[in-house]
C-alpha cells in the first residue's frame, strides 16, 4: 500500500525555481556575497550535489558543515518535494533545492569558477544503448564542470556500472580543462571516510565494484578534499 505524498513543508521551503536561480544566481539565492564583491571577504564554500536522490548524503555533508552553502539538483519532483521536507525538518538552513535536468541547471546557474565542489553520486547508467544521451556524464556535461569549478574545486563522481564507469574515464580523460587527482589510476575503489548511502550499502552487499573518480581543473594545486 502506497502512502500519501505529502506537500506541507514543515518550516522554510528551500525550493527555488531553474529560472529564479538563473537568474539571481548562486549568491542571489542564498543572500552572501560572491568572490570580488564587495563586502565581507569570507565567502561561504559552495558545494553541489547533482541527483541527490533520498537525500541522505546531502543531509550528512550540510549536518556536518552547517558553514557551507549546498545545492541539491534533481529531475524528480517527487523526491525534490521529500528533500525539502527533511531539509525543512532538520532547520539546515543553507542548503537549497532545484528540480531539474542537472545539465540545464549547470549551463543556466553558476558563474565561471564558482562551485568549490560537484558531488555525483551514482546516477542511473541508463545501460540500453538508446538511452545513452540521458547519462549524465557526458563531454558538455565535463566542459561545463570544468568552467563552473574554482581553481581549488574539485569533481567527485561515483558509480558501481562497470560500462558507465568506463565511459566516465573516457569522458572525463578526453576534456583537457580537467585533470585526474587519482592519476596514474583512472579511479579508486574505496575512499575512506566517504559517506555511504543505504544504496550504496545494498550495491555493496549484492557484490557490485566501486568506481570513484575525483578531478580537478587543469593546474590547480594537488590536493583533495574527500568531505565538503
Given at each position: 500500500m502506497s502512502r500519501t505524498l505529502k506537500y506541507d513543508i514543515p518550516g522554510e521551503d528551500p525550493r527555488?525555481?531553474?529560472?529564479?536561480?538563473?537568474?539571481?544566481?548562486?549568491?542571489?539565492?542564498?543572500?552572501?556575497?560572491?568572490p570580488g564583491d564587495d563586502g565581507p571577504e569570507d565567502v561561504p564554500k559552495r558545494v553541489l550535489e547533482i541527483g541527490f536522490g533520498r537525500g541522505e548524503f546531502l543531509l550528512e555533508m550540510a549536518a556536518?558543515?552547517?558553514?557551507?552553502?549546498?545545492?541539491?539538483?534533481?529531475?524528480?519532483?517527487?523526491?525534490?518535494?521529500?528533500?525539502?521536507?527533511?531539509?525543512a525538518r532538520a532547520g539546515l538552513k543553507r542548503v537549497r533545492l532545484i528540480e531539474a535536468p542537472a545539465e540545464s541547471a549547470i549551463q543556466r546557474v553558476f558563474a565561471r569558477g564558482e562551485l568549490d565542489a560537484i558531488w555525483i553520486n551514482f546516477?542511473?547508467?541508463?545501460?540500453?544503448?538508446?538511452?545513452?544521451?540521458?547519462?549524465?556524464?557526458?563531454?558538455?556535461?565535463?566542459?561545463?564542470?570544468?568552467?563552473?569549478?574554482?581553481?581549488?574545486?574539485?569533481?567527485?563522481?561515483?558509480?558501481?556500472?562497470?560500462?558507465y564507469a568506463?565511459?566516465?574515464?573516457?569522458?572525463?580523460?578526453?576534456?583537457?580543462?580537467?585533470?585526474n587527482v587519482y592519476a596514474p589510476w583512472p579511479?579508486?575503489?574505496?575512499?575512506?571516510g566517504r559517506i555511504q548511502t543505504s544504496y550504496e550499502e545494498q550495491w555493496r552487499a549484492e557484490g557490485r565494484p566501486m568506481h570513484f573518480f575525483a578531478y580537478r581543473p587543469r593546474g590547480a594545486a594537488p590536493t583533495v578534499e574527500p568531505a565538503e
Amino acid at each position: 500500500m502506497s502512502r500519501t505524498l505529502k506537500y506541507d513543508i514543515p518550516g522554510e521551503d528551500p525550493r527555488v525555481s531553474l529560472e529564479e536561480a538563473a537568474e539571481k544566481g548562486w549568491a542571489g539565492i542564498f543572500g552572501t556575497p560572491s568572490p570580488g564583491d564587495d563586502g565581507p571577504e569570507d565567502v561561504p564554500k559552495r558545494v553541489l550535489e547533482i541527483g541527490f536522490g533520498r537525500g541522505e548524503f546531502l543531509l550528512e555533508m550540510a549536518a556536518a558543515a552547517p558553514e557551507v552553502e549546498f545545492l541539491g539538483i534533481e529531475v524528480s519532483f517527487k523526491r525534490t518535494l521529500k528533500m525539502a521536507r527533511k531539509v525543512a525538518r532538520a532547520g539546515l538552513k543553507r542548503v537549497r533545492l532545484i528540480e531539474a535536468p542537472a545539465e540545464s541547471a549547470i549551463q543556466r546557474v553558476f558563474a565561471r569558477g564558482e562551485l568549490d565542489a560537484i558531488w555525483i553520486n551514482f546516477s542511473d547508467p541508463w545501460p540500453k544503448v538508446r538511452h545513452g544521451h540521458r547519462r549524465v556524464i557526458r563531454p558538455d556535461f565535463a566542459a561545463n564542470a570544468a568552467r563552473v569549478l574554482a581553481p581549488g574545486g574539485h569533481l567527485y563522481i561515483a558509480t558501481d556500472d562497470v560500462p558507465y564507469a568506463h565511459q566516465m574515464n573516457e569522458v572525463l580523460t578526453a576534456e583537457t580543462e580537467l585533470e585526474n587527482v587519482y592519476a596514474p589510476w583512472p579511479f579508486l575503489p574505496e575512499v575512506p571516510g566517504r559517506i555511504q548511502t543505504s544504496y550504496e550499502e545494498q550495491w555493496r552487499a549484492e557484490g557490485r565494484p566501486m568506481h570513484f573518480f575525483a578531478y580537478r581543473p587543469r593546474g590547480a594545486a594537488p590536493t583533495v578534499e574527500p568531505a565538503e
